[in-house]
């Protein structure tokens, strides 16, 4: 069975460093992913990660530890633009991904 | 176009009608999927086709059903709607050789 986890809300202030954290449990794994949603939107990729390690990307940086089943997604100098959901997601076998219920980030001024 | 286009954007349908959801994509991606998004439970996968001519169930396929007769649409048909089939829909797609699922911009279905 599939199990992925986290937070389903957190606050940060704006410029400032936020932690997103997931954890799985899956059958197999094939990659992970984090999708930004904003409200009434589609899910647009963010980053992905297969091996162990930190992927960075602009602002958002991804890591991942296969043997502890963990990632983070870190935003850095956040903005209001990134009010929005983010969603972790494992890829055990074959294309499809296993979605977390994901994390609502709200970004206070 | 470019990218994915699904249609109806929003749907109001009535318990007990057959309903169509469309999504077409030309990006020739090999892979396409579809999801349902409810509060509180996120994404979860309903169907899934790796190619075209062949499907396979996802997490939640039960009153649902598809077809890939070609690379680019993947119908999704729910036979006799119930109302807790309301949900948002995504379609997606991905390429055999890269690893991004892009999505289309949903369809908002209420069955009543």
């Known amino acids: 069975g599939q199990n992925i986890d986290q937070p389903t809300e957190m606050t940060a202030t704006e410029g400032a460093i936020v932690q997103i954290n997931c954890t799985y449990q899956t059958s197999g794994f094939n990659g992970l992913f984090w999708y930004q949603q904003h409200a009434g939107e589609a899910p647009t990729f963010l980053s992905y990660n297969v091996l162990d390690g930190l992927e960075e990307k602009g602002r958002f940086s991804s890591f991942l530890s296969r043997s502890k089943g963990y990632s983070y997604l870190l935003l850095k100098e956040l903005q209001m633009k990134d009010s929005a959901s983010y969603l972790c997601?494992?890829?055990?076998?074959?294309?499809?991904?296993?979605f977390g219920k994901g994390t609502s980030l709200l970004v206070t001024p | 176009i470019a990218g994915i286009t699904q249609a109806p954007t929003s749907q109001i349908l009535a318990a007990g009608r057959r309903m169509t959801l469309r999504c077409t994509q030309d990006?020739?991606?090999?892979?396409m999927y579809w999801y349902r998004q409810d509060l509180g439970l996120g994404l979860r996968l309903i169907h899934y086709?790796?190619?075209?001519?062949?499907?396979g169930k996802g997490e939640v396929p039960d009153g649902y059903s598809v077809s890939r007769a070609n690379t680019d649409d993947f119908p999704l048909t729910l036979a006799s709607a119930v109302p807790s089939q309301t949900s948002v829909y995504f379609c997606?797609?991905?390429?055999?050789?890269?690893?991004?699922?892009?999505f289309g911009p949903g369809t908002r279905l209420t069955v009543l």
């Open positions: 997606a797609s991905s390429d055999r050789e890269f690893n991004e699922q892009f």
């Open positions: 990006m020739r991606h090999n892979a």
């Open positions: 086709s790796n190619t075209a001519g062949t499907t």
């Open positions: 997601a494992v890829r055990d076998s074959g294309y499809a991904l296993n």
